[in-house]
């Protein structure tokens, strides 16, 4: 990006958003159904996203070894987030029926579809590479965590969720990739073209599919709870975050990938663990509403911050 305009970021992010606004007038009009979400959140987790990040990685320009400390801090930035928003639930009384729900809520991003996104718009195929390194780093950290606060004080079924994180195709694509990376072996041109292809669906499907399901979420109150949730989400926790990386010497490209993955709304998987727990649904699908909707302006803000300012 490095571009000083304030109005530059959004012309990264508007097209995201308004695929997104996009999702939801479609659906709003029938033209796409719950059918349709659920047919194409599938294509998207085990095909479509696997596939862009395996190819990111694989055909990316990076030296891996140089990228761990990004990927060591990002899973200890998403463990002190559980913490900061565990200790925000108790500080301000949020009830026992919403806790593990705005706990998760409140520190699970939506990096694979939002954050990738962003990435990718601003920073191209090095922007997917660095931020599946993150994904792969993140993903099992929120999976385990999750479990922990909407479990209720029940003994959770970790083999299964050892399976679930093992199984995951999203880890599955960049603990294959990374084997490739490092040999500096890469694809002949008929299968990267392929994948590329296969690729490309990911964020037109996933974008659209996200917008489709905020449409029922987007009726109703919007009560302080999710407020509280969106501030800690949007500008709170991913503000501390990309302080702390760049306290520590994380610059450039990496400081700016790093903060779009944290600043990212909360994950659309969120309500899916929240329902299938017994947490609070309703709670989690307004605050993907609203933390969706919102993240255009914060993360732009984000993008203007890092890259127009000399902090890079």
Known sequence: ?????????????????????????????????????????????????PVLMFRAIVMADLNLAAHLDLVLYSVLAAALAALVSIFWAKIFHVSEQAYGAFVQAAFRSNLGIIGLAVCIAAYGEAGAALGALI??????????ISVLVLSKGKAPDWKSQL???ITNPLIVAII????????GVRMAPVFDD?????AQLTLPLALLGVGASLNASLRGSINSVVLQISFLKLIFLPVAITAGAYMIGIRGDELS??????????????????????????LTARAIAVTTLGALVTISCFLYVLDGLPLV
Do not use: C
């Open 163 to 165: 399976r679930g994180i």
């Open 1 to 49: 990006m490095n571009n000083p305009s304030f109005f530059a970021p959004f012309a990264v992010t508007a097209p995201i958003f308004l695929i997104i606004l996009l999702g939801i007038l479609l659906h709003w009009r029938k033209v796409i159904g719950d059918e349709f979400i659920a047919s194409s959140s599938r294509l998207v987790f085990t095909l479509a996203l």
């Open 176 to 183: 294959l990739a990374i084997p490739f990376q490092l040999s």
């Open 194 to 198: 392929t994948a590329r292809l296969i």
């Open 257 to 282: 990938i790093l903060a779009i993955m944290f600043a990212s709304p909360t994950a659309a998987a969120s309500f899916v663990m929240a329902r299938a727990m017994g947490g609070d649904a309703l």
């Open 135 to 144: 994904l792969a780093g993140v993903t099992p950290v929120y999976n385990l």
